[in-house]
C-alpha cells in the first residue's frame, strides 16, 4: 500500500511546479486564475488578491462553477505547497490543461515579499446568516462583506421602501439610511410591511429602525426625519452608494435625480399606480438618468399621488423588491442592472414587459458637467424655486 510519501512524489510528478516568483509572472497576465485552496480560517488571515477560493476538500465539487474555462492558467497554492500538489493534480484529472501548483505556497510567496491581502473576514455567525450567499460563487465572502461594508439610502419608509428595507437588510447591507418624515398610520398597514398595529403613531423611521433590528444586527440604521429638499440633499446623499429611490411624486424625483448627478451616484427608481408599477436603473452619465425619461412632468391632474389614487398592497412589495434585487446587483458588479431599461409590471395582465431608455444628449440635468448642475426646490408643478443649496 503506498504511503502518504509515495502519493506526493507521484502527484508531484504528475504536476508542473513553479516558485513564488514565476507564478507572479503568470498571474499578471489577463486570465490567470490565482486558486487557493487552504481552509477558510487560513484564507481569512490572507490571501492572494482575487484569488478564487476552494477549499481542498470542496475542489471536485465546486471548481466546474468558479473555473469553467478548462483551457484557463491556474496557479493553484496551499500554505506550503502539498495540499495544492495533491490539488494540481486533482484538476489535471478534471480535464484542466494549464495547471501549475505553487511551491511553498502562501508562507513562501509572503516570505519573498510579494503582494497579498486580508480579504474580508466574517465571524462564524455572519458564516453562518448568509451562508445561502456563500454557496453563489458570485456573491461568496467578498461580495458579503461588499454588502457589509455598502451603505444604501431608501428615500421613504413606506411602500416601495418597506420590501427594499427589510430585504436589503436580510441580505447584510451595512449601513441603511432611512429618509422619512411620517408617522405610522393603520391605513399604512395595508402595504407598508416595515410597520405594524404596536408602532401607529410612531414616527415611521422610528418604527423601520426597530423592524430592521429585530431582523439583522449587522445593519447600523441612520434615519433622516426630515423632509427631503434642496436646502438638505447634498448633505444627506453624500457618502451612500446607492440610492433606492421610493417616493412618489415628480418635484423629489427630479431633486434626487439632480443631486445624484450631481455627487455620481446610482439611484434605483421604482414607481406604482393603481395595478401597475416600473423600474429602473440610473447610473449617473452612463445610462440615461431620469430626465431623459420624463423630461416634463405631467399635469397635475394627470398624475395623481397614491394618496389619491389607490393601489393593491402587494404591487408596492413586487416593485421594492425588485428594487432591493437591482440594488445588490450594483453594489456587487453583479448581471445586468436595469440602466437604460424601464422594467414594467401590470399585475393585472399577469406580464412584465421591458422598454429601452435612451440617454437625451440635450438632457437639462446629464448632459451638463456636474458642478453646473443647479439643486433647486421645486413646487408641485415642478417649476424651480429660487432656493438653491450650499455648494458643495
Ligand atoms: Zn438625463
Not at 201 to 228: H, T, W
Not at 366 to 385: G, N, T
Request: proline share 7%; glycine share 10%.
Amino acid at each position: 500500500m503506498p504511503s502518504f510519501r509515495d502519493l506526493l512524489i507521484t502527484a508531484r510528478s504528475n504536476i508542473r511546479e513553479v516558485l513564488p516568483a514565476e507564478a507572479a509572472a503568470m498571474l499578471k497576465m489577463q486570465g490567470t486564475v490565482a486558486l487557493d485552496v487552504r481552509e477558510p480560517d487560513e484564507f481569512d488571515q490572507g490571501a492572494l488578491k482575487g484569488a478564487v477560493h476552494i477549499p481542498r476538500g470542496f475542489l471536485e465539487i465546486q471548481v466546474a462553477g468558479r473555473v469553467p474555462e478548462h483551457d484557463a492558467p491556474i496557479v493553484v497554492y496551499c500554505a506550503g505547497g502539498v495540499r495544492s500538489a495533491f490539488a494540481a493534480q486533482t484538476l489535471a484529472q478534471l480535464g484542466y490543461t494549464d495547471v501549475v501548483s505553487m511551491t511553498g505556497g502562501f508562507n513562501r510567496w509572503k516570505d519573498e515579499g510579494f503582494a497579498w491581502e486580508a480579504p474580508g473576514v466574517l465571524t462564524p455567525e455572519q458564516r453562518n446568516r448568509y451562508h445561502r450567499h456563500l454557496l453563489l460563487p458570485e456573491v461568496d465572502v467578498a461580495g458579503q462583506v461588499k454588502l457589509l461594508r455598502s451603505k444604501v439610502l431608501l428615500l421613504g419608509a413606506g411602500g416601495l421602501g418597506s420590501p427594499a428595507a427589510l430585504y436589503l437588510a436580510a441580505a447584510g447591507v451595512g449601513t441603511l439610511g432611512i429618509v422619512d418624515m411620517d408617522v405610522v398610520d393603520a391605513s399604512n398597514l395595508q402595504r407598508q410591511i416595515l410597520h405594524n398595529l404596536d408602532r401607529v403613531g410612531e414616527r415611521k423611521v422610528g418604527s423601520a429602525k426597530k423592524a430592521i433590528a429585530a431582523i439583522n444586527a449587522d445593519v447600523n440604521v441612520v434615519a433622516y426625519d426630515v423632509r427631503l429638499g434642496a436646502d438638505n440633499i447634498l448633505d444627506i446623499f453624500a457618502g451612500y452608494d446607492l440610492i433606492v429611490d421610493g417616493t412618489d411624486n415628480f418635484p423629489t424625483r427630479y431633486l434626487v435625480n439632480d443631486a445624484s448627478l450631481k455627487l455620481d451616484i446610482p439611484v434605483v427608481h421604482g414607481s406604482i399606480f393603481r395595478f401597475e408599477g416600473q423600474a429602473s436603473v440610473y447610473l449617473p452619465h452612463q445610462g440615461p438618468c431620469y430626465r431623459c425619461q420624463v423630461p416634463e412632468p405631467p399635469p397635475a391632474d394627470l398624475a395623481p399621488s397614491c394618496a389619491e389614487a389607490g393601489v393593491l398592497g402587494v404591487l408596492p412589495g413586487i416593485i421594492g423588491s425588485l428594487q432591493a434585487m437591482e440594488a445588490i446587483k450594483v453594489l456587487l458588479g453583479l448581471g445586468d442592472p436595469l440602466v437604460g431599461r424601464l422594467l414594467a409590471y401590470d399585475a393585472l395582465e399577469g406580464t412584465f414587459r421591458t422598454f429601452k431608455l435612451n440617454r437625451d444628449p440635450g438632457c437639462a440635468a446629464c448632459s451638463i458637467p456636474k458642478d453646473q448642475v443647479v439643486i433647486a426646490e421645486y413646487d408641485e408643478l415642478c417649476m424651480p424655486h429660487p432656493l438653491q443649496a450650499p455648494a458643495v
